[in-house]
């Protein structure tokens, strides 16, 4: 707060919770909320990183500043010593996207998954340091989502020991990676590579793109940005580039040789190393996505939550107070659902993360059996919450009003910058697409005893869930964690054996599959909402320290499961996994949940202990202290530089004083 009065004192009053004790519970540990809490402010108070000005930058004013901040972190990070933990805090505080996000989230994990030891010790020595700076070059303007489609070609040349590079095509050059446009000098290039005239399909290359000295794009690479993208500010301050490459040659050892090599004399050889290791960095990449999901939404909901605390409207007949607008049923309806949603995906993203590490202690024993469902759930839940995210920060602008629709709320610009989520790292709806394969592949083996594991546990209990029918008699029984559980396990198995059935009745499994994709998107998603509503119910259910903590979070589980058993009410009820007396029920307890969240609301969100600086809210400001500053924003804007606008006496004068003459056609 900056010193004045806290307008939502009163609000802050009413917790019937320890907030702080609900602040750890939501950084994950004492310790990442120290970091989280020390760096965020570290950049809050750092005058390179304000972002106020942003909206009115011109797109090279931009792309500078993103320069400047990104330096200067890099500044901070070595001259404090920050953890790779804390470098990790101080970026996404710094809340600008640019192209140190994909060197270091995309360039050094591929790198890293897809390099020998040999190749790592060269490259990373490099890019950890900075001397070069990398991007991830695989989407080509004619591919993206079919990988397989890519057409840069990699030719091994034996005689000099060397591939060659190129874009056969315009639909060949590689058009979106991130950071390529302007600033990186490598890239790992995604291309198929051919020897002895074979295509062995496509591989990743570590290509060199600009020089070192004047940064000069090299001989035979042709590269520049591809352009202004959605909205003012937001995503444009990211260099997203072409490149085109004509027979551009780089030496054999930088085809990242971890999974197959080409050897001196041009033969292809598949290492005895699995290539579903690959899916260890995407799960790695896929795990921080749905993180920034939960803190995306949790953003928009923090701004719509307070806001809707101080905004009233209507509810006096005598001149007295108004109705605070978070007071309206109808925005608690639509509000806190997505609160339970941003505290629903903090916790699946604890789990991914807990998966991960699982996953690698696995691959380091070569066992891979677990690798194939971790790949389809975080696939899924990467598509899921990131949809889910983008409707939610859109709803939260809504739910803000006209006054949401202003630069300065923070919504649309957050929208702006994150929707892009729901396309990159895999277009949502394939994703869900290759959830659904893995998923009729889990049914298809159910009859040969094949045990399910992990997220698919659930389908060993296919004979009693194709069966079942709930047993909820009153409201109170939805807060029952089994009776939750098996509507969910039962929708889910339902629409998959569904699918299965009607996959069974095509003679040609391909064709049935390309008829009944939209069902099987349908029945991905409820196995998705099923992990997702599974993993909050364990976190309620384990132990969790505070006053009240517990209380509010069992609060939310129950809204985000019931409100999604409302939302697809559809499924449920065709499933026959719930009645329409149950699904009455399940309302009625709802709106008992919303009235106890009610006095809590604003605390919840004061849990994600976001600085005012993060935020980049009016709206959503701390002291709730919105009206003078939305005034104080307004008259910052350049429009209002002069009284008297510029082009009056060109436009509005001659158009008032009737001066115009109009050729008559
Ligand atoms: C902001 C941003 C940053 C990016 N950064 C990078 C980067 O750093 N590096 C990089 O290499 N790429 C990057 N990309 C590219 C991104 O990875 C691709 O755009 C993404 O994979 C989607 O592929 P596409 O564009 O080919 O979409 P398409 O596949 O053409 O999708 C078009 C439509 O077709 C549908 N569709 C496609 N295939 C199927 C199917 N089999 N079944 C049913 N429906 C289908 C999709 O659902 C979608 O509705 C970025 C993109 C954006 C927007």
Known sequence: MDGGIDHLADERSKAEFDVDAMKLVWAGSRHAFDVSNRVSRLVATDPVFEKRNRAVMSRKELFKNTLKKSVHAWKIINELRLSDEEAIKLRSFMDQPGFLDLHWGMFVPAIKGQGTEEQQKKWLSLANKLQIIGCYAQTELGHGSNVQGLETTATFDPKTDQFIIHSPTQTSSKFWP???????????????????????????????????????????ITVGDIGMKFGNGAYNSMD????????????????????????????????DVPRQLVYGTMVFVRQSIVSNASNALARAVCIATRYSAVRRQFGSQSGGIETQVIDYKTQQNRLFPLLASAYAFRFVGEWLKWLYTDVTQRLEASDFATLPEAHACTAGLKSMTTSATSDGIEECRKLCGGHGYLWCSGLPELFAVYVPACTYEGD?????????????????????????????????????????????????????????????????????????????????????????????????????????????IDKVEGEIEGRGVKKQLKNLCYIYALYLLHKHLGDFLRTHSVTPEQAALANDQLRSLYSQVRPNAVALVDAFDYTDHYLGSVLGRYDGNVYPKLFEEALKDPLNDSVVPDGYREYIRPLIKQEFRFAKL
């Open 178 to 220: 991130g950071g390529l446009g302007k600033v990186s000098t490598h890239a790992v290039v995604y291309a198929r590579l051919i020897t002895n005239g074979k295509d062995h399909g496509v591989h990743g290359f570590i290509v060199q793109l600009r020089s070192l000295d004047d940064h000069s794009p090299l001989p035979g």
């Open 240 to 271: 997203n580039g072409f490149l085109m490459f004509d027979h551009y040659r780089i030496p054999r050892d930088q085809m990242l040789m971890r999974l197959s090599k080409v050897t001196r004399e041009g033969k292809y050889v598949a290492s």
């Open 428 to 536: 949502n709806v394939v994703l869900q697409l290759q959830v659904a394969r893995f998923l009729m592949k889990t049914v298809s083996q159910l009859s040969s005893g094949k045990v399910p594991s992990g997220t698919t546990a659930y389908m060993g209990k296919a004979k009693h869930l194709l069966q079942c029918s709930s047993g909820v008699q009153k409201a109170e029984d939805w807060l029952n964690p089994d009776m939750v559980l098996e509507a969910f396990e039962a929708r889910a198995l339902r629409m998959a054996v569904t699918c299965a059935n009607n996959l069974s009745k095509f003679e040609n499994q391909e064709q049935g599959f390309s008829e009944l994709l939209a069902e099987l998107v349908e029945a991905a998603i409820a196995h998705c909402q099923l992990i997702v509503v599974s993993k909050f």
